[in-house]
């Protein structure tokens, strides 16, 4: 399921820390359980120095801290509801802003995007200025690593009421979450987000786009921000991207000005 990013709220009657309390519930992080967050997980452990731009609540990164990482941990996200969160993991750097904002100059060896938050790079503009900053906040021959959905899966078609999620939340009340797509305008889809009671009371609606880039356009963004692909994979498992896959994961290398450098390679 999608979550709304730089959503425009419809119905605000359930409060931005009720939602991003909203997302833990429907996201949980657990290495243990699910392949994606063990992919990063495995990752961010082996890395000094760690940018998860697109933090949201920060569970990623606290995880990580609590199975024992000593090195320098920073959570980068515009949503403040969801900083808000993340900042009740101690020991850990929260900083609110875009991907496009960031100010840091050769500090982190790995950047992350994980949860599709690429996907809320929509713009070219944006797409450029955010693939710009995260290449200065890498050291040289730093990794940034991120998945998006790949276009072919039309991921979009199943975001309708009839896949609602149903959950209770932390007060004990029963919620049911829903999606619905307004629009597909070239590569962007733009849909609806909406929370509401089991008697159909609204609750809230967020409403979001999403960009969905072929691995080709992809590569054409990453390569002109100074980065090469170093792998790609159609699955969590590292399997090559086929036919059927539903996401294109990457791991991208910073390449230093002077030309490619030789640490250490992530791909396997
Ligand atoms: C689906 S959530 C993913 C959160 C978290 N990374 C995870 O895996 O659970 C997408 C996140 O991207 C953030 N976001 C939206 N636009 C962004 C931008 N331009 N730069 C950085 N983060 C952005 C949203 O605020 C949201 O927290």
Not at 32 to 52: C, I, K, N, Q, T
Not at 110 to 119: D, K, P, S, V
Not at 255 to 268: A, F, I
Request: proline share 4%.
């Amino acid at each position: 399921m999608p979550t709304a990013c730089g959503a425009q709220i419809l119905a605000p009657v359930f409060s931005d820390a009720d939602a991003a309390a909203l997302y833990d519930l429907l996201n949980p992080w657990d290495p243990a359980r699910w392949p994606g967050d063990r992919f990063y997980h495995e990752l961010v452990m082996d890395a000094d120095s760690v940018l998860d731009v697109g933090c949201g609540t920060g569970a990623m990164l606290a995880c990580a801290r609590e199975d024992g990482h000593r090195g320098r941990l920073t959570g980068l996200d515009p949503d403040r509801a969801a900083l808000d969160r993340a900042r009740r993991h101690a020991g850990i750097e929260w900083s609110e802003g875009s991907a496009a904002d960031a100010q840091w100059e050769a500090e982190f060896d790995l950047a992350t995007m994980t949860g599709h938050a690429f996907q809320c790079l929509v713009t070219d503009t944006d797409l450029r200025s955010s693939l710009a900053a995260i290449h200065a906040a890498l050291r040289s021959s730093g990794h940034f690593v991120f998945e998006t959905r790949h276009p072919q899966a039309r991921a979009w078609q199943d975001w309708n009421p009839s896949n609602a999620s149903e959950i209770t939340d932390a007060a004990g009340h029963a919620l049911h979450v829903w999606h619905e797509v307004e629009s597909v305008a070239g590569d962007v889809v733009t849909f609806t987000e909406t929370t509401a009671r089991p008697d159909a009371t609204i609750l809230r609606i967020d409403r979001a786009s999403l960009r969905f880039l072929d691995a080709q356009t992809l590569g054409t963004f990453l390569a002109g921000a100074g980065f090469r692909i170093e792998a790609q994979y159609g699955d969590w498992h590292r399997g090559p991207i086929t036919a059927t896959s539903r996401e294109i994961i990457t791991i991208a290398r910073k390449l230093s000005p002077h030309g490619p450098s030789h640490g250490h390679n992530m791909g396997r």
